[in-house]
């Protein structure tokens, strides 16, 4: 079976589209955005073609493009668009892929279905992206839990921004995840530097080979 990894954060704009930028490429896989809220500007799936150095064809298109950079069930309604959660099933690829949620885990996607109730029927493993900053503990414990209480498999806590060393092991401490690293943010950012942070900072083969 084709190996499949949701990538999710505690919150927006956290990170989590350079991480899975970098994972995709160190795994040489695909990437799929399911649901893309915002189109001013670069679009995530467009920040990962330029990051990950894929192959043409490897960033799958998304099944939802919305205008505004809203949560999607809000977006969605402002373009009279309807999300069939139906249609987020699961691509049968050739190689592993990267998915990435929009947002944290409770975004709604319409007014029944929130994104952790999806990643709850694909049962495919998680990576949470967690910032540094203050707030991060509460967010990430949270977060934590709400996978936990619907047996969503998490495979650990990628951390993304400068160093906060007693933040991250309270979280580890009083969790009982793992950390798999911890991303800084890069200037420049460019898919050399990318990759670079990313072989320094991950265990990426224990990434790519576990569930």
């Known amino acids: 079976m084709t190996k ?8 927006t704009g956290i990170g989590k589209t350079v ?28 920040v990962v073609a330029r990051l990950a150095g894929l ?7 998304e099944v939802y493009r919305l205008k505004e950079p809203l949560s999607p069930h809000r977006s969605a309604e402002l373009d009279g668009v309807a999300i069939d959660v139906a249609r987020l099933s699961l691509p049968d690829l050739p190689g592993p892929i990267v998915i990435e949620g929009a947002g944290g885990l409770m975004v709604p996607l319409n007014r029944r279905t929130k994104f952790i109730d999806i990643f709850a029927q694909w049962r495919v493993p998680v990576i949470l992206c967690a ?6 503990i509460n967010h990430t414990l949270l977060s934590i839990e ?14 993304i921004g400068d160093e906060v060393a007693d933040t991250q092991r309270t979280i580890v401490e009083f969790s ?20 670079e942070a990313m072989v320094a900072g991950f265990d990426l083969a224990a990434i790519a080979g576990g569930e």
């Open 4 to 11: 499949r990894i949701v990538i999710t954060g505690t919150d």
């Open 176 to 195: 009982g995840i793992r950390q798999l690293g911890r991303l800084p943010l890069l200037d420049p950012l460019t898919s050399e530097t990318l990759r």
């Open 19 to 46: 991480f899975s930028a970098g994972l995709a490429g160190f795994l040489n896989g695909f990437y799929w955005k399911p649901v893309q809220s915002g189109l001013d500007g670069e679009t995530d799936s467009e």
């Open 55 to 61: 192959p043409p064809g490897r960033v799958l298109p």
């Open 146 to 159: 709400a996978l936990r209480v619907r047996s969503i498999p998490l495979v650990g806590i990628a951390f």
């Open 131 to 136: 910032r540094t900053k203050l707030g991060t």
